[in-house]
């Protein structure tokens, strides 16, 4: 069966500090791993990644994916209230379906 | 105007009764998806449809149907709602080689 799992479930940070967020899979037929961010409601697009080792960057947020350890780390430095929420980590799969696999999500709040 | 939209954003209902939920978009997507989010457990699919004559079950269809009335239209139907079907449902939108999916709002379905 395919799995995502996400760690932590829930962090506590205070504003300025990085957080690091992590996202192990195991699954069939790996092509991409995606980060989404959740707030209100809609997740929105963060990044896909399909290369290892090959860096992603938007603003304070980072991403990096490793397909021999099967994991992808979310970086956030010099954190704002503004970026609490729900991020989500998915796994696209080569089945012809494109269908994403998601993990259970980390809740990130960021106090002032 | 938002790419993808879901009607209605809230619905309160009661056990037995028929409901649907519904999904436009205008970004000119192909491929079309239904989730539900119930709370640590991240976003799992429903359904799933490639074109208006590809429909596919997901890995949570029991108790759900689907219709595609047109590449731009994707309603949800439970047709005998019960209380474990209360959840957060999302309709996501894919289209071209990527795996990016984009979300509408969300419908927050209560079944008393």
């Known amino acids: 069966e395919d799995k995502v799992v996400q760690s932590p479930l829930s962090l506590v940070v205070h504003e300025g500090d990085t957080v690091t967020l992590n996202c192990s899979y195991e699954?069939?037929?790996?092509?991409?791993l995606l980060w989404y961010k959740q707030e209100k409601k809609a997740p929105t697009f963060l990044f896909m990644l399909?290369?290892?080792?090959i860096e992603k960057k938007s603003g304070r947020l980072s991403s990096i994916l490793d397909k021999k350890e099967l994991f992808s780390i979310l970086n956030i430095t010099a954190t704002q209230t503004g970026d609490s929420a729900v991020y989500l980590c998915a796994v696209g799969l080569i089945q012809g379906a494109q269908k994403l696999v998601f993990g259970q999500g980390t809740r990130l709040t960021i106090n002032p | 105007d938002a790419d993808v939209t879901q009607t209605p954003r809230n619905r309160i209902t009661k056990t037995g009764k028929r409901i649907m939920l519904e999904c436009s978009q205008t970004?000119?997507?192909?491929?079309m998806y239904w989730y539900r989010q119930d709370p640590g457990l991240g976003l799992r699919l429903i359904y799933y449809?490639?074109?208006?004559?590809?429909?596919n079950k997901g890995e949570i269809s029991d108790g759900y149907s689907v219709s595609r009335q047109a590449q731009a239209k994707f309603s949800l139907s439970l047709e005998s709602a019960i209380p474990n079907q209360t959840a957060l449902y999302f309709c996501?939108?894919?289209?071209?080689?990527?795996?990016?999916?984009?979300f509408g709002p969300g419908t927050r379905l209560t079944v008393l």
């Open positions: 399909t290369s290892s080792g």
């Open positions: 970004k000119g997507h192909d491929r």
């Open positions: 449809s490639f074109d208006v004559k590809d429909i």
């Open positions: 996501a939108t894919s289209g071209g080689s990527t795996d990016t999916q984009y």
């Open positions: 699954v069939t037929n790996f092509r991409s």
